[in-house]
């Protein structure tokens, strides 16, 4: 009964005739759906926006974009409308928004919770990188609505296992060595995970290790490869241009930028930039797979670093809240979260308080896969510490 246009023009009178498996679930479990919220177009894009219902703001400052594609969930908690929410995640579309809203987000591992029942859903090698997890205000309820989300599939778990913090073995890596395609990462950001690194040691007398994973440098690249590739039986990922032209006919992403420079196109800039750098894609086949094999030895070097009780602090983003449209100016950011998609391993975004003009600081927490039992329990205890969620205009 909900609109399920995806900010797609061509599908503005798409109504849902049945409810995605992990709305079921929460339904049963007695949640109350308060509505569906605004995306970017496809979900393929960090700064919610569409030309179906426009674009959303962060609480904090509404000059300021609240990331994608999850942004109106991310909006909502942060705005205190509710307290937990459903997002999808193929390049940090949980995590970003969560970061840039200065709430909880939760990537699981993959393959736990279904994606089933959304659009638009994962076909071919990107089932192996979707994630559909929860975000809320709360690290508290990050865990009961996982198990609920997950259904059977929180068996691969081990959320029943206690958690001793004091054994954890703790990593931070500040940055991503220096990608020419990425932002540095901004000082408060830096600051921030300091701090959480000295509380670490001060308060539970653990040893944080610095590491640094070369190949974290070649995140994008890694991500837009793996992201292109084919599956083990040889299928084709599928084509965003394709999408476009859902409910519609066949979108030419060239065609549509002429268009858009005139006023006349129904899509966004950022989705037919993303049509036409997909095409590019398809020039370099050797390249690509030269990548998808680094991708596949860095998911080795990451198990191994982290094991069965490793916490790795990354940055959620190098910048804090960026302003509306700025991300066109750095399309690629989103790399800091996306690697963690074709790795495959679960991540818990933290909130850290505010910077110093009053928006969301936060960290990535990592662990291998299935112990996502790990990154819930650090986010949990990190609330306590810094205070989690802070009320927009409060400061």
């Known amino acids: 009964g909900m609109p399920n246009t995806s900010g797609l023009v061509n599908r503005r009178n798409v109504i849902a005739t049945s409810d995605a ?9 007695g949640a109350i759906p308060l509505g569906v919220t605004n995306c970017s177009e496809l979900c393929m894009w960090y700064e919610s926006s569409n030309r179906v219902y426009g674009r959303t703001n962060n609480p904090y400052d509404l000059q ?16 205190a409308c509710s307290v937990i929410g459903v997002g999808s995640d193929i ?5 970003m928004p969560a970061f840039f809203n200065g709430v909880f987000g939760h990537k699981p591992t993959t393959g736990v919770v279904p994606n089933d029942g959304q659009f638009p859903n994962a076909r071919g090698v990107r089932t192996s990188y979707l994630c559909t997890g929860p975000m809320c205000r709360y690290a508290e309820d990050l865990e009961p609505v996982l198990r609920v989300m997950a259904g059977p599939g929180v068996n691969k778990l081990k959320l029943n296992e206690k958690v001793s913090l004091e054994k954890i073995k703790f990593h931070c890596m500040d940055h991503d060595g220096g990608s020419i395609f990425v932002s540095p990462v901004d000082k408060e950001i ?5 701090k959480v690194v000295e509380h670490l040691e001060s308060k539970l007398g653990v040893q944080v290790r610095r ?18 590739s084919k599956d083990s039986d040889g299928q084709e990922a599928q084509l965003f241009t394709d999408l476009l032209g859902d409910h519609g006919k066949p979108v030419w992403p060239l065609w549509e930028l002429l268009k858009w420079l005139v006023g006349m196109s129904s899509h966004t800039l950022p989705a037919i930039a993303l049509g036409l750098t997909e095409k590019l894609m398809k020039l370099n086949p050797g390249g690509n797979a030269k990548l998808v094999s680094m991708g596949k030895s860095l998911q080795e070097e990451m198990e191994a670093l982290l094991g069965p009780d490793g916490v790795l ?12 449209h700025s991300p066109i ?20 975004q933290c909130p850290l308080g505010l910077s110093s003009e009053g928006l969301p ?29 802070v009320l927009p205009g409060k400061v």
């Not at 300021?64 to 705005?79: D, K, M, N, Q, Y």
């Not at 590491?211 to 292109?228: D, E, G, L, N, R």
């Open 313 to 324: 602090l990354y940055p959620s983003h190098p910048t804090i809240a960026p302003r509306h």
């Open 329 to 348: 100016c750095m399309p690629f950011n989103f790399a800091y979260t996306a690697i963690f998609n074709v790795l495959g391993l679960p991540v818990t």
């Open 91 to 95: 390049g940090g579309s949980i995590r």
């Open 64 to 79: 300021r974009i609240v990331g994608g594609s999850s942004g109106g969930e991310g909006g909502v908690l942060a705005a």
């Open 211 to 228: 590491v640094a994973i070369h190949k974290m440098k070649y995140s994008f690249q890694i991500w837009s490869a793996m992201m292109s």
């Open 361 to 389: 600081l936060g960290i990535q927490l990592v662990a291998a896969s299935y112990n996502d039992h790990l990154t819930l329990a650090v986010a949990q205890y990190l609330e306590k510490a810094f205070g989690g969620w």
């Open 21 to 29: 498996t992990v709305v079921s679930r929460l339904k049963q479990a």
């Open 190 to 194: 830096l600051q921030a995970q300091k």
